[in-house]
T-cell receptor, first 113, second 114 residues
Framework: DAGVTQSPTHLIKTRGQQVTLRCSPK?????VSWYQQALGQGPQFIFQ???????QRGNFPDRFSGHQFPNYSSELNVNALWLGDSALYLC????????????FGPGTRLTVL | AQSVSQHNHHVILSEAASLELGCNYS??????LFWYVQYPGQHLQLLLK??????LVKGIKGFEAEFIKSKFSFNLRKPSVQWSDTAEYFC????????????FGQGTELSVKP
């Protein structure tokens, strides 16, 4: 039973560039949530996707956008990168689009230079 | 605004010592509560959760947590820690009108000396 997978593992970008991160949910899950974890902090909720729609959004600017595909996998896109976007980006999967238990992937470490 | 506070940023214990990590939240409605653990080099793993029922919940590896509604607290406990419990521990809350949004505390780093 595959857990949550994310790619790539690490990524280095320069300011102003755009980045796409990918996530495949745990087998049987249909909901994907994205979090940003800065160094020394707890994860912060970016948004959640269910039935290919953004269902809920945290306090992040429009530069952060996402997509969910019919196979439930998801992408996180960040435009116009700046230094403060450097963080670990976590994907979590769950079932049913609501408050069910979320299971986390290993994350993508993004460094913006 | 909903928030979660973990008072202990770094805890250092010797093996066999008892552990209690504090977690308080601010939210007026019904909550689901979680503790996650992040071992060095590994991803976040669910330790235990509370949705309803008995406020004393037991998780993996001998951990337990007690939900005290009147104190808005969900403290994590373990009677006797092991060196392998060295990790970062996160408390998280999901409010009843928050959909799937988890609010995390800033984490407590636990170091267990052998």
């Amino acid at each position: 039973d595959a857990g949550v997978t994310q790619s790539p593992t690490h990524l280095i970008k320069t300011r102003g560039q755009q980045v796409t991160l990918r996530c495949s949910p745990k087998s049987g899950h249909d909901t994907v949530s994205w979090y940003q974890q800065a160094l020394g902090q707890g994860p912060q909720f970016i948004f959640q996707y269910y039935e290919e729609e953004e269902r809920q959004r945290g306090n992040f600017p429009d530069r952060f956008s996402g997509h969910q595909f019919p196979n439930y996998s998801s992408e996180l896109n960040v435009n116009a990168l700046w230094l403060g976007d450097s963080a670990l980006y976590l994907c979590a999967s769950s079932l049913g689009g609501g408050s069910d238990t979320q299971y986390f992937g290993p994350g993508t470490r993004l460094t913006v230079l | 605004a909903q928030s979660v506070s973990q008072h202990n940023h770094h805890v250092i214990l010797s093996e066999a010592a008892s552990l209690e990590l504090g977690c308080n939240y601010s939210y007026g409605g019904t909550v689901n509560l979680f503790w996650y653990v992040q071992y060095p080099g590994q991803h976040l793993q669910l330790l235990l959760k509370y949705f309803s029922g008995d406020p004393l919940v037991k998780g993996i590896k001998g951990f337990e947590a007690e939900f005290i509604k009147s104190k808005f607290s969900f403290n994590l406990r373990k009677p006797s820690v092991q060196w392998s419990d060295t990790a970062e521990y996160f408390c998280a809350v999901n409010g009843d009108n928050q959909g799937g949004k988890l609010i995390f505390g800033q984490g407590t780093e636990l170091s267990v000396k052998p």
